[in-house]
Protein backbone atom coordinates (compact mmCIF):
# COMPACT_ATOMS: atom_id res chain seq x y z
CA UNK A 1 0.00 0.00 0.00
CA UNK A 2 1.01 3.50 -0.50
CA UNK A 3 1.36 4.10 3.48
CA UNK A 4 4.32 1.85 3.10
CA UNK A 5 5.62 3.62 0.29
CA UNK A 6 5.37 0.70 -1.84
CA UNK A 7 4.25 2.52 -4.44
CA UNK A 8 7.65 4.49 -5.38
CA UNK A 9 9.79 1.23 -5.08
CA UNK A 10 10.52 -1.28 -8.18
CA UNK A 11 9.78 -4.78 -7.48
CA UNK A 12 12.92 -7.40 -7.48
CA UNK A 13 13.06 -9.13 -11.17
CA UNK A 14 10.11 -11.33 -12.40
CA UNK A 15 8.91 -13.82 -14.71
CA UNK A 16 4.80 -12.91 -14.92
CA UNK A 17 3.10 -15.97 -16.44
CA UNK A 18 -0.35 -15.36 -16.97
CA UNK A 19 -2.78 -17.84 -17.32
CA UNK A 20 -5.33 -17.33 -19.73
CA UNK A 21 -3.62 -14.89 -21.75
CA UNK A 22 -6.00 -15.24 -24.63
CA UNK A 23 -8.96 -14.41 -22.59
CA UNK A 24 -11.71 -11.44 -22.05
CA UNK A 25 -9.71 -10.45 -18.42
CA UNK A 26 -6.04 -10.10 -19.83
CA UNK A 27 -6.83 -8.72 -22.63
CA UNK A 28 -9.14 -5.70 -20.76
CA UNK A 29 -7.19 -5.37 -17.70
CA UNK A 30 -3.77 -7.80 -17.40
CA UNK A 31 -1.80 -6.93 -20.45
CA UNK A 32 -3.16 -3.21 -21.08
CA UNK A 33 -2.27 -2.85 -17.06
CA UNK A 34 1.40 -4.54 -17.21
CA UNK A 35 2.06 -2.07 -20.18
CA UNK A 36 1.07 0.80 -18.13
CA UNK A 37 3.52 -0.24 -15.14
CA UNK A 38 6.06 -0.56 -17.29
CA UNK A 39 5.79 3.24 -19.09
CA UNK A 40 5.35 4.06 -15.46
CA UNK A 41 8.53 3.38 -14.52
CA UNK A 42 7.21 0.32 -11.79
CA UNK A 43 8.18 -3.06 -13.52
CA UNK A 44 10.98 -4.69 -12.60
CA UNK A 45 14.54 -3.51 -14.21
CA UNK A 46 14.43 -7.47 -15.63
CA UNK A 47 11.54 -8.93 -16.29
CA UNK A 48 9.70 -11.08 -18.83
CA UNK A 49 6.15 -11.46 -18.96
CA UNK A 50 4.36 -15.05 -20.65
CA UNK A 51 0.99 -15.83 -21.45
CA UNK A 52 -0.08 -19.27 -21.76
CA UNK A 53 -3.00 -21.37 -22.59
CA UNK A 54 -3.78 -24.69 -24.06
CA UNK A 55 -2.44 -25.94 -26.53
CA UNK A 56 -5.46 -25.53 -28.65
CA UNK A 57 -4.90 -21.39 -28.14
CA UNK A 58 -1.53 -22.16 -29.48
CA UNK A 59 0.27 -18.71 -30.24
CA UNK A 60 3.50 -17.62 -31.44
CA UNK A 61 5.74 -14.66 -29.61
CA UNK A 62 4.74 -12.68 -32.49
CA UNK A 63 1.05 -13.18 -32.68
CA UNK A 64 0.74 -13.26 -28.64
CA UNK A 65 2.66 -9.40 -29.29
CA UNK A 66 0.24 -8.53 -31.94
CA UNK A 67 -2.75 -9.89 -29.52
CA UNK A 68 -1.19 -7.31 -26.61
CA UNK A 69 -1.00 -4.71 -28.71
CA UNK A 70 -4.55 -4.51 -29.93
CA UNK A 71 -5.80 -4.81 -26.26
CA UNK A 72 -3.41 -1.99 -25.20
CA UNK A 73 -4.79 -0.14 -27.88
CA UNK A 74 -8.64 -0.54 -27.34
CA UNK A 75 -8.66 -1.34 -23.55
CA UNK A 76 -5.33 0.74 -21.87
CA UNK A 77 -4.73 3.96 -20.30
CA UNK A 78 -1.45 3.71 -22.03
CA UNK A 79 -1.21 3.42 -25.84
CA UNK A 80 1.35 0.93 -27.69
CA UNK A 81 3.24 3.51 -29.55
CA UNK A 82 6.92 4.60 -29.22
CA UNK A 83 10.24 2.94 -27.75
CA UNK A 84 8.57 2.28 -24.39
CA UNK A 85 5.80 -0.14 -26.10
CA UNK A 86 8.96 -1.52 -28.30
CA UNK A 87 10.60 -2.67 -25.40
CA UNK A 88 7.83 -3.83 -23.77
CA UNK A 89 6.66 -5.96 -26.83
CA UNK A 90 10.53 -7.49 -27.07
CA UNK A 91 9.83 -8.91 -23.35
CA UNK A 92 6.51 -10.84 -24.40
CA UNK A 93 6.62 -14.27 -24.83
CA UNK A 94 3.99 -17.24 -25.29
CA UNK A 95 4.13 -20.58 -24.04
CA UNK A 96 1.30 -23.23 -24.37
CA UNK A 97 0.60 -25.34 -21.50
CA UNK A 98 -1.75 -28.16 -19.70
CA UNK A 99 -1.78 -30.59 -16.83
CA UNK A 100 -0.70 -33.45 -19.02
CA UNK A 101 2.11 -31.64 -21.43
CA UNK A 102 3.77 -28.49 -19.03
CA UNK A 103 6.68 -28.72 -21.09
CA UNK A 104 6.37 -25.62 -23.67
CA UNK A 105 5.77 -23.48 -20.70
CA UNK A 106 8.89 -24.84 -18.27
CA UNK A 107 11.04 -24.04 -20.73
CA UNK A 108 9.53 -21.13 -21.84
CA UNK A 109 10.08 -19.63 -18.30
CA UNK A 110 13.76 -21.26 -17.79
CA UNK A 111 14.61 -19.38 -21.45
CA UNK A 112 12.72 -16.02 -19.56
CA UNK A 113 14.99 -16.44 -16.57
CA UNK A 114 18.29 -16.92 -18.67
CA UNK A 115 17.52 -13.61 -20.43
CA UNK A 116 16.85 -11.98 -16.98
CA UNK A 117 20.09 -13.28 -15.21
CA UNK A 118 20.50 -14.00 -11.55
CA UNK A 119 17.87 -15.26 -9.65
CA UNK A 120 14.81 -13.76 -10.46
CA UNK A 121 11.31 -14.29 -8.73
CA UNK A 122 8.37 -16.13 -10.39
CA UNK A 123 4.65 -14.88 -9.92
CA UNK A 124 1.85 -17.07 -11.81
CA UNK A 125 -1.58 -15.12 -12.36
CA UNK A 126 -4.52 -17.40 -12.84
CA UNK A 127 -6.91 -15.68 -15.12
CA UNK A 128 -8.84 -18.88 -15.66
CA UNK A 129 -12.10 -20.23 -14.68
CA UNK A 130 -12.03 -21.58 -11.12
CA UNK A 131 -12.64 -24.90 -12.50
CA UNK A 132 -8.99 -24.79 -14.27
CA UNK A 133 -7.52 -23.52 -10.66
CA UNK A 134 -6.45 -26.85 -9.10
CA UNK A 135 -5.34 -28.27 -12.10
CA UNK A 136 -3.09 -25.30 -12.54
CA UNK A 137 -2.11 -25.23 -8.89
CA UNK A 138 -1.18 -29.25 -9.57
CA UNK A 139 0.95 -28.46 -12.55
CA UNK A 140 3.00 -25.54 -10.80
CA UNK A 141 3.62 -28.32 -8.30
CA UNK A 142 4.83 -30.90 -10.24
CA UNK A 143 6.90 -29.27 -12.15
CA UNK A 144 8.62 -26.91 -9.45
CA UNK A 145 7.55 -23.91 -10.69
CA UNK A 146 5.97 -22.95 -8.12
CA UNK A 147 9.50 -22.71 -6.09
CA UNK A 148 10.25 -19.02 -5.40
CA UNK A 149 6.92 -18.18 -6.68
CA UNK A 150 4.03 -16.65 -5.74
CA UNK A 151 0.05 -17.06 -7.20
CA UNK A 152 -2.53 -14.57 -7.96
CA UNK A 153 -5.94 -16.54 -8.27
CA UNK A 154 -9.08 -14.40 -9.39
CA UNK A 155 -12.69 -14.92 -7.80
CA UNK A 156 -14.51 -16.94 -6.68
CA UNK A 157 -12.81 -18.52 -4.14
CA UNK A 158 -15.44 -21.53 -3.98
CA UNK A 159 -18.98 -21.43 -4.63
CA UNK A 160 -19.52 -22.43 -0.96
CA UNK A 161 -17.49 -23.14 2.22
CA UNK A 162 -16.80 -27.01 1.36
CA UNK A 163 -15.11 -25.90 -2.05
CA UNK A 164 -13.72 -22.80 -0.71
CA UNK A 165 -11.88 -25.26 2.04
CA UNK A 166 -11.24 -27.68 -0.60
CA UNK A 167 -9.14 -25.23 -3.27
CA UNK A 168 -7.39 -23.74 0.28
CA UNK A 169 -6.12 -27.43 0.83
CA UNK A 170 -5.12 -27.35 -3.01
CA UNK A 171 -3.48 -24.63 -2.84
CA UNK A 172 -1.51 -24.73 0.43
CA UNK A 173 -0.34 -28.12 -0.63
CA UNK A 174 1.93 -25.78 -3.17
CA UNK A 175 2.57 -22.48 -1.84
CA UNK A 176 2.18 -21.09 1.72
CA UNK A 177 -0.52 -18.25 2.40
CA UNK A 178 2.11 -15.80 2.38
CA UNK A 179 2.77 -16.69 -1.24
CA UNK A 180 -1.11 -16.28 -2.28
CA UNK A 181 -2.48 -13.33 -3.30
CA UNK A 182 -6.72 -13.56 -3.59
CA UNK A 183 -6.99 -10.58 -5.88
CA UNK A 184 -10.11 -8.22 -5.83
CA UNK A 185 -9.87 -5.32 -8.08
CA UNK A 186 -12.18 -3.21 -6.03
CA UNK A 187 -9.76 -3.37 -3.14
CA UNK A 188 -7.06 -1.83 -5.49
CA UNK A 189 -9.21 1.18 -5.90
CA UNK A 190 -8.02 4.42 -4.81
CA UNK A 191 -11.50 5.49 -3.99
CA UNK A 192 -11.95 2.25 -1.35
CA UNK A 193 -8.16 3.35 -0.07
CA UNK A 194 -9.58 6.60 0.13
CA UNK A 195 -12.46 4.97 2.73
CA UNK A 196 -9.59 3.94 5.11
CA UNK A 197 -7.70 7.76 5.02
CA UNK A 198 -10.68 9.28 5.80
CA UNK A 199 -11.91 7.66 8.51
CA UNK A 200 -9.04 6.95 10.29
CA UNK A 201 -6.95 10.42 9.60
CA UNK A 202 -9.60 12.56 10.57
CA UNK A 203 -10.43 13.22 13.98
CA UNK A 204 -13.89 14.96 12.77
CA UNK A 205 -15.19 11.50 11.70
CA UNK A 206 -13.69 8.77 13.61
CA UNK A 207 -15.24 9.30 16.95
CA UNK A 208 -19.14 9.38 15.28
CA UNK A 209 -18.00 5.72 13.66
CA UNK A 210 -20.03 3.52 15.90
CA UNK A 211 -23.78 2.46 17.10
CA UNK A 212 -24.01 5.51 19.29
CA UNK A 213 -23.79 8.06 16.23
CA UNK A 214 -24.65 5.88 12.80
CA UNK A 215 -28.32 4.50 12.71
CA UNK A 216 -27.20 2.04 10.00
CA UNK A 217 -25.24 1.72 6.74
CA UNK A 218 -25.78 0.84 3.34
CA UNK A 219 -23.11 -0.40 0.37
CA UNK A 220 -24.83 0.10 -2.69
CA UNK A 221 -23.15 -1.48 -6.31
CA UNK A 222 -25.82 -1.33 -8.85
CA UNK A 223 -25.06 -2.37 -12.77
CA UNK A 224 -26.66 -0.92 -15.45
CA UNK A 225 -25.42 -3.67 -17.98
CA UNK A 226 -27.11 -7.36 -18.10
CA UNK A 227 -25.35 -10.58 -17.96
CA UNK A 228 -23.80 -9.54 -21.37
CA UNK A 229 -23.72 -13.40 -23.43
CA UNK A 230 -22.38 -14.58 -19.99
CA UNK A 231 -25.03 -17.49 -18.95
CA UNK A 232 -22.24 -20.35 -19.20
CA UNK A 233 -20.53 -18.36 -15.71
CA UNK A 234 -23.69 -16.39 -14.63
CA UNK A 235 -26.03 -19.43 -14.13
CA UNK A 236 -23.60 -21.30 -12.28
CA UNK A 237 -22.67 -17.97 -9.66
CA UNK A 238 -25.67 -15.33 -9.68
CA UNK A 239 -25.14 -11.73 -7.95
CA UNK A 240 -24.86 -13.15 -4.76
CA UNK A 241 -21.45 -15.49 -5.32
CA UNK A 242 -20.18 -12.94 -7.85
CA UNK A 243 -20.49 -9.34 -6.32
CA UNK A 244 -21.78 -9.73 -2.72
CA UNK A 245 -19.46 -12.51 -1.61
CA UNK A 246 -16.24 -11.16 -3.28
CA UNK A 247 -16.46 -7.15 -3.54
CA UNK A 248 -18.94 -5.76 -1.15
CA UNK A 249 -17.76 -8.05 2.28
CA UNK A 250 -14.78 -6.96 1.21
CA UNK A 251 -15.75 -3.31 1.52
CA UNK A 252 -17.43 -3.63 4.63
CA UNK A 253 -14.45 -4.71 6.15
CA UNK A 254 -12.54 -1.43 5.70
CA UNK A 255 -15.96 0.44 6.70
CA UNK A 256 -16.54 -1.94 9.93
CA UNK A 257 -13.13 -2.72 11.24
CA UNK A 258 -11.45 -1.37 14.59
CA UNK A 259 -8.14 0.64 13.73
CA UNK A 260 -5.25 -1.43 12.79
CA UNK A 261 -2.17 -0.73 15.13
CA UNK A 262 -0.37 -0.27 11.99
CA UNK A 263 -0.95 -0.26 8.32
CA UNK A 264 1.15 -3.42 7.84
CA UNK A 265 -0.70 -7.03 5.73
CA UNK A 266 -0.72 -8.64 9.05
CA UNK A 267 -2.57 -5.82 11.35
CA UNK A 268 -4.88 -4.76 8.64
CA UNK A 269 -6.27 -7.96 7.17
CA UNK A 270 -6.73 -9.33 11.21
CA UNK A 271 -8.59 -6.39 11.98
CA UNK A 272 -11.04 -6.97 8.64
CA UNK A 273 -10.83 -11.03 9.79
CA UNK A 274 -12.32 -10.09 12.91
CA UNK A 275 -15.20 -8.03 11.20
CA UNK A 276 -16.24 -11.41 9.79
CA UNK A 277 -15.95 -13.46 12.94
CA UNK A 278 -18.22 -11.13 14.56
CA UNK A 279 -20.47 -11.51 11.63
CA UNK A 280 -24.00 -13.25 12.74
CA UNK A 281 -24.80 -15.91 10.16
CA UNK A 282 -27.20 -14.84 7.35
CA UNK A 283 -31.05 -15.10 7.89
CA UNK A 284 -32.94 -15.71 4.72
CA UNK A 285 -35.83 -13.78 5.79
CA UNK A 286 -33.65 -10.90 5.29
CA UNK A 287 -32.60 -11.14 1.64
CA UNK A 288 -33.90 -10.01 -1.42
CA UNK A 289 -33.35 -12.26 -4.44
CA UNK A 290 -34.70 -10.21 -7.58
CA UNK A 291 -34.51 -11.30 -11.47
CA UNK A 292 -34.62 -9.16 -14.43
CA UNK A 293 -37.35 -9.83 -16.47
CA UNK A 294 -36.51 -11.27 -19.53
CA UNK A 295 -33.18 -12.78 -18.07
CA UNK A 296 -35.12 -16.53 -18.87
CA UNK A 297 -34.95 -15.99 -22.25
CA UNK A 298 -31.20 -14.89 -22.38
CA UNK A 299 -29.21 -17.33 -24.79
CA UNK A 300 -27.79 -20.53 -22.54
CA UNK A 301 -30.38 -19.40 -19.41
CA UNK A 302 -32.74 -21.92 -18.40
CA UNK A 303 -36.66 -21.37 -18.52
CA UNK A 304 -37.32 -22.19 -15.65
CA UNK A 305 -34.34 -20.46 -14.21
CA UNK A 306 -34.02 -19.34 -10.45
CA UNK A 307 -30.50 -17.68 -10.63
CA UNK A 308 -30.64 -14.15 -8.85
CA UNK A 309 -29.37 -11.39 -11.26
CA UNK A 310 -30.07 -9.04 -7.86
CA UNK A 311 -29.19 -9.61 -4.28
CA UNK A 312 -30.41 -7.18 -1.22
CA UNK A 313 -29.60 -8.14 2.08
CA UNK A 314 -29.16 -7.41 5.72
CA UNK A 315 -25.90 -7.80 7.49
CA UNK A 316 -25.58 -8.08 11.33
CA UNK A 317 -22.55 -7.33 13.66
CA UNK A 318 -21.97 -8.44 16.45
CA UNK A 319 -19.38 -6.36 18.45
CA UNK A 320 -18.63 -3.13 20.61
CA UNK A 321 -19.04 -1.19 17.53
CA UNK A 322 -21.75 -2.28 15.44
CA UNK A 323 -24.10 -3.88 17.61
CA UNK A 324 -27.54 -3.06 16.46
CA UNK A 325 -26.44 -1.22 13.48
CA UNK A 326 -27.86 -2.82 9.93
CA UNK A 327 -25.60 -2.93 7.34
CA UNK A 328 -27.80 -3.02 3.67
CA UNK A 329 -26.04 -4.56 0.31
CA UNK A 330 -27.40 -4.16 -2.79
CA UNK A 331 -26.41 -5.36 -6.26
CA UNK A 332 -27.78 -6.35 -9.54
CA UNK A 333 -28.15 -5.97 -13.14
CA UNK A 334 -30.11 -4.54 -15.39
CA UNK A 335 -30.31 -1.79 -12.80
CA UNK A 336 -31.01 2.32 -13.55
CA UNK A 337 -27.54 3.34 -12.54
CA UNK A 338 -24.27 2.04 -13.04
CA UNK A 339 -23.01 3.68 -8.82
CA UNK A 340 -20.71 2.38 -6.02
CA UNK A 341 -21.70 3.89 -2.60
CA UNK A 342 -21.40 3.27 0.60
CA UNK A 343 -23.78 5.89 2.90
CA UNK A 344 -23.83 6.09 6.66
CA UNK A 345 -26.89 7.23 8.33
CA UNK A 346 -26.60 9.50 11.19
CA UNK A 347 -28.62 9.36 14.08
CA UNK A 348 -31.19 12.19 14.76
CA UNK A 349 -30.27 14.17 17.48
CA UNK A 350 -31.93 13.01 20.71
CA UNK A 351 -34.16 16.41 21.89
CA UNK A 352 -35.42 17.71 18.30
CA UNK A 353 -36.14 21.46 18.41
CA UNK A 354 -37.13 21.58 14.95
CA UNK A 355 -40.88 20.56 14.37
CA UNK A 356 -40.91 18.15 11.44
CA UNK A 357 -43.36 21.25 9.93
CA UNK A 358 -40.10 23.02 9.61
CA UNK A 359 -38.82 20.88 6.94
CA UNK A 360 -39.27 21.91 3.56
CA UNK A 361 -40.06 18.26 2.55
CA UNK A 362 -41.59 15.53 4.14
CA UNK A 363 -39.97 12.72 2.82
CA UNK A 364 -36.66 14.36 3.20
CA UNK A 365 -33.27 12.18 3.74
CA UNK A 366 -31.22 12.08 7.50
CA UNK A 367 -28.03 13.04 7.44
CA UNK A 368 -25.75 10.76 5.37
CA UNK A 369 -22.07 10.51 4.88
CA UNK A 370 -21.97 9.06 1.21
CA UNK A 371 -18.82 8.00 -0.66
CA UNK A 372 -19.05 7.35 -3.85
CA UNK A 373 -16.17 4.53 -4.63
CA UNK A 374 -16.57 4.84 -8.38
CA UNK A 375 -13.54 6.32 -9.64
CA UNK A 376 -12.16 8.74 -9.26
CA UNK A 377 -14.84 8.80 -6.43
CA UNK A 378 -16.31 11.45 -4.06
CA UNK A 379 -17.68 12.10 -0.49
CA UNK A 380 -20.65 14.19 0.24
CA UNK A 381 -21.91 15.05 3.83
CA UNK A 382 -25.37 16.27 3.66
CA UNK A 383 -27.04 18.03 6.63
CA UNK A 384 -29.73 20.46 7.20
CA UNK A 385 -29.07 24.12 7.65
CA UNK A 386 -31.49 27.65 7.76
CA UNK A 387 -32.84 28.59 4.76
CA UNK A 388 -32.85 32.34 4.41
CA UNK A 389 -36.22 34.15 5.48
CA UNK A 390 -38.29 35.31 8.42
CA UNK A 391 -39.26 31.94 9.76
CA UNK A 392 -37.31 28.86 10.71
CA UNK A 393 -37.37 26.72 7.63
CA UNK A 394 -34.75 23.73 7.09
CA UNK A 395 -33.18 23.20 4.25
CA UNK A 396 -31.09 19.96 3.37
CA UNK A 397 -27.47 20.70 1.55
CA UNK A 398 -24.52 19.01 1.38
CA UNK A 399 -21.11 19.73 0.96
CA UNK A 400 -18.95 17.44 -1.65
CA UNK A 401 -15.00 16.81 -1.84
CA UNK A 402 -14.59 15.11 -5.54
CA UNK A 403 -11.23 13.33 -6.12
CA UNK A 404 -11.28 14.53 -9.85
CA UNK A 405 -11.23 18.35 -8.74
CA UNK A 406 -8.32 18.06 -5.98
CA UNK A 407 -6.01 15.17 -7.68
CA UNK A 408 -4.43 14.45 -11.43
CA UNK A 409 -4.97 11.18 -12.30
CA UNK A 410 -2.20 11.32 -14.89
CA UNK A 411 -0.26 9.06 -12.41
CA UNK A 412 -2.99 7.27 -10.93
CA UNK A 413 -2.58 3.42 -11.40
CA UNK A 414 -5.94 1.19 -12.12
CA UNK A 415 -6.75 -1.00 -9.53
CA UNK A 416 -5.25 -4.38 -11.16
CA UNK A 417 -2.74 -1.94 -11.65
CA UNK A 418 -2.05 -1.57 -8.46
CA UNK A 419 -2.77 -5.01 -6.95
CA UNK A 420 -0.23 -6.55 -9.94
CA UNK A 421 1.82 -4.32 -8.22
CA UNK A 422 1.41 -4.95 -4.90
CA UNK A 423 1.93 -8.79 -5.58
CA UNK A 424 5.26 -8.53 -7.10
CA UNK A 425 6.34 -6.56 -3.93
CA UNK A 426 5.21 -9.38 -1.70
CA UNK A 427 2.48 -6.42 0.10
CA UNK A 428 -0.92 -8.80 0.88
CA UNK A 429 -2.64 -5.90 2.58
CA UNK A 430 -5.16 -5.69 -0.62
CA UNK A 431 -5.95 -9.02 -0.42
CA UNK A 432 -7.84 -11.59 0.96
CA UNK A 433 -6.55 -13.96 3.57
CA UNK A 434 -7.69 -17.72 3.36
CA UNK A 435 -9.41 -17.30 6.75
CA UNK A 436 -11.72 -13.92 5.57
CA UNK A 437 -13.42 -16.19 2.78
CA UNK A 438 -14.00 -19.04 4.30
CA UNK A 439 -15.90 -17.38 7.08
CA UNK A 440 -17.55 -15.36 4.75
CA UNK A 441 -18.74 -18.42 3.25
CA UNK A 442 -19.32 -19.92 6.67
CA UNK A 443 -21.46 -16.97 6.97
CA UNK A 444 -23.28 -16.99 3.50
CA UNK A 445 -24.31 -21.45 4.16
CA UNK A 446 -28.22 -20.56 5.42
CA UNK A 447 -28.04 -18.23 2.24
CA UNK A 448 -27.06 -20.98 0.31
CA UNK A 449 -28.77 -23.60 1.81
CA UNK A 450 -32.37 -21.97 1.99
CA UNK A 451 -32.28 -19.29 -1.23
CA UNK A 452 -35.64 -17.51 -1.16
CA UNK A 453 -37.30 -17.67 -4.65
CA UNK A 454 -36.45 -14.88 -6.76
CA UNK A 455 -38.08 -11.70 -7.23
CA UNK A 456 -38.79 -10.49 -10.84
CA UNK A 457 -37.78 -6.35 -11.68
CA UNK A 458 -38.13 -4.69 -15.26
CA UNK A 459 -34.45 -3.64 -16.57
CA UNK A 460 -33.87 -0.09 -15.72
CA UNK A 461 -35.16 -0.36 -12.14
CA UNK A 462 -33.80 -0.26 -8.69
CA UNK A 463 -34.96 -3.80 -8.00
CA UNK A 464 -37.92 -5.36 -6.84
CA UNK A 465 -39.56 -1.95 -5.33
CA UNK A 466 -41.77 -3.68 -2.12
CA UNK A 467 -39.34 -6.20 -1.13
CA UNK A 468 -36.33 -3.91 -0.92
CA UNK A 469 -39.14 -1.18 1.05
CA UNK A 470 -39.75 -4.02 3.44
CA UNK A 471 -36.09 -5.01 3.71
CA UNK A 472 -34.87 -1.38 4.96
CA UNK A 473 -37.72 -0.44 6.94
CA UNK A 474 -37.79 2.05 9.14
CA UNK A 475 -34.84 4.06 6.55
CA UNK A 476 -34.58 4.33 3.10
CA UNK A 477 -32.38 3.21 0.54
CA UNK A 478 -29.82 6.59 -0.55
CA UNK A 479 -29.76 5.77 -4.32
CA UNK A 480 -31.71 7.28 -6.35
CA UNK A 481 -29.85 10.07 -5.45
CA UNK A 482 -30.16 12.44 -8.63
CA UNK A 483 -26.24 11.76 -9.35
CA UNK A 484 -25.77 10.30 -12.93
CA UNK A 485 -23.14 8.00 -14.67
Known sequence: MQSNNHATKRPEDH??????????????????????????????????????????????????RGHAKDACLQFGLAKPTGTAWKEFESKLHFACSDADNPKPLVDAVARAEEGIGGTPKRIF???????????????????????????????????????????????????????????????GKESVENILAFRFANGLFEPIWNRDHISHVQIDV?????????????????????????????????????????????????????????????????????????????????????????????????????????????????????????????????LRMFPVTARTRQDQRSNEVVIDFDDPGWICVQFMTKQPGPQMRLKEVEMVFKYSDSFHRMHELEGYERLILEAMLGDQSLFTRSDEIERIWEVATPLLDNPPPVEFYEPGTWGPEQPLRNLIHPYRWHLPDGHKD
Open 15 to 64: VIVIFGATGDLAKRKLLPGLFHLAKSGLLPAGYRVIGSAPHDCIMTDNEF
Open 125 to 187: HLAVPPSAFGSVIGMLGNTKLSQNASVIIEKPFGYDLPSCQQLSATVHSVFGEEHVFRIDHFL
Open 222 to 350: PEHISIEGRASFFEKTGTFRDMIVTHLFQVLGFVAMEPPTTFSAKSLRDEKSKVYQAMRLLDPAKVVRGQYAGYRGEQGVAADSDTETFTALRVDIDNWRWSGVPFYLRSGKSMAQRRQTVTLGLKEPV
